[in-house]
Structure formats: structure tokens, C-alpha cells
């Protein structure tokens, strides 16, 4: 996990709070977490017994963008944060992302890609 991800931790969960209008839980463990049994990651390193390091930093995510201070990189916490749920609605009606779906054409397009004879269209074949 160490490494991995962390560039992107302070970020993610924010992204999706705006996406999505609601709030995210950003949870992440602290520590090191180590297996029995030998695996790769497909990283091209040997057979290891651990993912790395668990760089914690928890936080919450608002659908406005702005977050609560992370927990501690290195020790288990709590958090308790106290949510404004009307700011879910006040953000959805602001920015209008949900708006502009076409939710009907998205219900006709997964109908037929999950279809048994579904063959997508080819723009050109190498």
C-alpha cells in the first residue's frame, strides 16, 4: 500500500464526494499487515508476506470538496465527525451533475450490451 496509492489519498475520496454529492469516508489502517503465505503483487518484486506499510490518514470527504484533518499516519484513531447532510442537496442543486445524466439511455445501452448476441461496433481493426 505504501507508495501505491498514498499520492492519491488525499484526493480520492474528495473526488468522489463531488461526483457523487455526498460525503465519502476516507478509511485507511495503520501498520503492516503480514500473511502466512508468500504472494506477488504484480509489481515485478519477489514473493513478499506484506503489502507495505498502511500509511492511516483517515478522513472525511464533503461533496463540496473541503475535508476534515486526517488521522495520524501511525497509530489507530477515532474519528467523529459531525455532517451537514443539507449540503448534499444544496451541492446537487448548485453544480446540477446528476442534472445532465441520461439515465434512459444508460438503462437502454446496458440492456443491450448484456445481451447473449451483443457485438460491439468496430470503428476500425489493426
Not at 484513531?77 to 434512459?104: E, P
Not at 445501452?109 to 468496430?122: A, C, S, W
Request: hydrophobic share 35%; aromatic share 12%; with cysteine.
Amino acid at each position: 500500500a505504501d507508495g501505491l496509492s498514498e499520492p492519491l489519498w488525499a484526493i480520492e475520496a474528495r473526488n468522489a464526494a463531488i461526483a457523487n454529492g455526498f460525503y465519502i469516508g476516507a478509511i485507511n489502517r495503520t501498520g503492516t499487515e503480514v500473511f502466512p503465505n508468500a504472494f506477488t503483487s504484480g509489481d515485478g518484486r519477489a514473493p513478499h508476506h506484506d503489502f507495505g506499510h498502511f500509511y492511516g490518514s483517515s478522513y472525511v470527504a464533503a461533496p463540496d470538496g473541503s475535508r476534515t484533518p486526517g488521522l495520524s499516519r501511525y497509530r489507530d484513531g477515532l474519528m467523529v465527525a459531525q455532517l451537514d447532510l443539507n449540503l448534499c442537496r444544496q451541492v446537487k442543486d448548485s453544480w446540477g451533475f446528476t442534472q445532465t445524466g441520461r439515465h434512459d439511455m444508460y438503462e437502454q445501452f446496458l440492456h443491450r450490451y448484456n445481451q447473449p448476441n451483443f457485438e460491439p461496433q468496430v470503428i476500425a481493426r489493426k
